[in-house]
């Protein structure tokens, strides 16, 4: 319900449970302004482990973090550390040191886990092991990119991931939210909003979808969820291009591969968006390195106009996620009347997909008119720049804010967390730094 002033201080454990990686990390947010010293370790998320049960999940996470502490802080005596968890997944979030998951994403499919809380099962996973760990904020990949990027850059006002999956956060003011309209909340009070428009167009009423996109959905774990998601998310680009090539092998116009053995290409999730990216940097005119991937990989030898194909291909699926992106960062400035704000962005689409924030930067401009000398990305009046660490000092700095406006309610002795906020807010007023 804040924005952090640069002048939060303290020492924070922050995890993040991703979809790739699972990260640990020690935040020390400083007395100097705006500083933070990080120390963090990355644990791999076994794949099994994402279709496993929520016992070993949760018991997983939990040895991740014994062992982070064993190893940070081995012979320390320490109390309770504050935990902010950034739990990238829907949540209804009642409370901030809660969230009942909606469902799962990404390719996660544990059984048990969706409808429930999931803060409870995660204690007692943490109490099992004697860990001195009070979880303080559940927080969503997206709010802990804004708080961490307006951290360090008050223009920024929305923050993005354009990962394995995609979504964004901005902040809202409560008088505009509906839901929170029975709680009689001052309406100028703040509060980040998780947009999930990774869940747009699940009705599939306003995106055109191609028929690879049609099998995507039907294939997963999850059919009917995550429509847009499903469209431009690093997890299923590769898997977009491997099977249009499928169909352009079987197909009788256009037999690619012809008299190929295609059974490494046949493997649903084979490629991966790291793929797609190679074919897209391949800097030869004779595309020598798209044709060395195709053999070394899938075993296929390739012509000339079969890779000139594979390389168009992997540019449309990667423009498709760039533009769409771009429609989803163009709705929130639109919706708040924003013509000009800094966009923070992570993940690894942003970051390593070739191209994908000029193209993200084209679909800006085209979207939101502006003049010509406009869309390149750097100096256009709405601009997506790399975010800071939100998992792990945004997860710190969201758990931070918690803590000092339970603090600010506390000592006017209140106990409803909304009259908190109201507190916070009076707090801040009287406070000149904030
Ligand atoms: C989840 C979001 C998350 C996004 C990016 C989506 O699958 O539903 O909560 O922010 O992935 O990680």
Known sequence: MAFPDGNETGTFLALDMGGT?????????????????????????????????????????????????????????????????????????????????????????????????????????????????????????????????????????????????????????????????????????????????????????????????????????????????KMIAGLYLGEIFRLVLVDLHQSHECEIFAGQDISKLKKAYSLDAGFLSAIEEDPFENLSEVADLFQNKLSIVCTKPELELIRRLAELIGTRAARLSACGVAAICKHKGWETCHVGADGSVFNKYPHFKVRGAQALKEILDWPEHFGKGKGDPIEILPAEDGSGVGAALIAALTLKRVEVGQNAGIKDPEAMAQAAKLAKKANPFN
């Open 21 to 229: 990686n699972l990260r640990v990390c020690e935040v020390t947010l400083t007395e100097e302004k705006g500083e933070f010293d990080i120390i963090q370790s990355k644990y791999r998320m076994p794949e099994e482990l994402k279709t496993g049960t929520a016992d070993e999940l949760w018991g997983y996470v939990a040895d991740c973090l014994q062992q982070f502490i064993e190893y940070h802080h081995d012979e320390d005596k320490i109390e309770q550390l504050p935990l902010g968890f950034t739990f990238s997944y829907p949540a209804t979030q009642h409370y901030i040191d809660h969230g009942i998951l909606q469902r799962w994403t990404k390719g996660f499919d544990i059984e048990g886990v969706e409808g429930k809380d999931v803060v409870p099962p995660f204690e007692a996973a943490l109490a099992e092991r004697g860990l001195p760990i009070k979880l303080t904020a559940l927080v969503n990949d997206t709010t802990g990119t804004m708080i961490a990027s307006a951290y360090t850059d008050p223009l920024m006002k929305i923050g993005c991931i354009f990962g394995t999956g995609c979504n964004a956060a901005y902040m809202e003011d409560c008088g505009s939210i509906p839901k929170l309209g029975d709680m009689k909340l001052d309406p100028s009070l703040p509060m980040a909003i998780n947009c999930e428009y990774g869940a747009f167009d699940n009705e599939h009423k306003v995106l055109p979808r191609t028929p690879y996109d049609v099998v995507i959905d039907k294939e997963s774990p999850r059919p009917g969820q995550q429509a847009f998601e």
